[in-house]
């Protein structure tokens, strides 16, 4: 079955610290694999995309690694600001079907 | 034009109304969607359109009716909904069914 794990299920850190988000897929085959910030009652914003061949790819202070022989990626948040809180959502794309992980809940403190 | 544009923002409706969510988008995408997301849980798929027809319909009920006017434009009409059916409504775009996603804002609706 292709699932989409991620952990923890909730991290609390503070304001300027960094942190590793990971998630681990099963889905084969695979097409891309997308990290997506979500805001409360908002829609998801696209951090990052990465096909099969990428094994990072940055975006400010957000870098995000993929291993596809182990099936685990990694989003690396550097230098966290108080705006970061928010849900961090891993989705594997198979064939253009989006498979959804449950999401990281990351809460930055002052 | 980068966006997705969702209407409205906040929606009350009471289980005899019919009403419309709307979504709007000037990227030129070919391929647009519907997902519902409750409280603290992934974006479920109900719907998608590619090249303005309906590709898949995810076993959704007929209370939620979709429509895609044109290229840029995708409705969801609802009609009867329960009160199980309030959560976040979200439309998303991509230039294909396995490009990156732009997804709006969403219409938080509930039925009351």
């Known amino acids: 079955k292709n699932q989409v794990e991620q952990s923890p299920q909730s991290l609390i850190i503070l304001e300027g610290k960094n942190c590793t988000l990971q998630?681990?897929?099963?889905?084969?085959?695979?097409?891309?694999l997308r990290w997506y910030k979500q805001d409360t009652g908002r829609g998801p914003v696209s951090l990052t995309i990465?096909?099969?061949?990428?094994n990072t790819k940055s975006n400010g202070r957000y870098t995000a690694t993929l291993d596809a022989d182990t099936k685990q990626s990694s989003l690396h948040i550097t230098a966290s600001q108080l705006s970061d809180s928010a849900s961090y959502i891993c989705?594997?794309?198979?064939?253009?079907?989006?498979?959804f992980g449950q999401g990281t809940e990351l809460s930055v403190k002052p | 034009d980068t966006e997705v544009t969702q209407t409205p923002k906040h929606l009350v409706m009471g289980m005899t109304n019919k009403k419309s969510l709307k979504c709007e988008q000037h990227?030129?995408?070919?391929?647009m969607y519907w997902y519902k997301q409750k409280a603290k849980k992934p974006p479920e798929l109900m719907f998608v359109?590619?090249?303005?027809?309906?590709?898949i319909n995810e076993s959704v009920p007929s209370r939620f009716s979709p429509e895609c006017p044109n290229s840029s434009l995708l409705n969801l009409h609802l009609h009867a909904l329960q009160p199980e059916d309030s959560a976040l409504y979200l439309c998303?775009?991509?230039?294909?069914?396995?490009?990156?996603?732009?997804f709006g804002s969403g219409t938080r609706l509930t039925v009351v």
């Open positions: 998303a775009s991509s230039h294909d069914r396995d490009a990156g996603y732009t």
């Open positions: 998630c681990n897929y099963t889905v084969s085959p695979f097409s891309n």
């Open positions: 990465m096909t099969f061949s990428e």
């Open positions: 989705v594997v794309s198979d064939r253009g079907k989006l498979i």
């Open positions: 990227m030129g995408h070919r391929a």
């Open positions: 359109y590619s090249y303005e027809k309906l590709s």
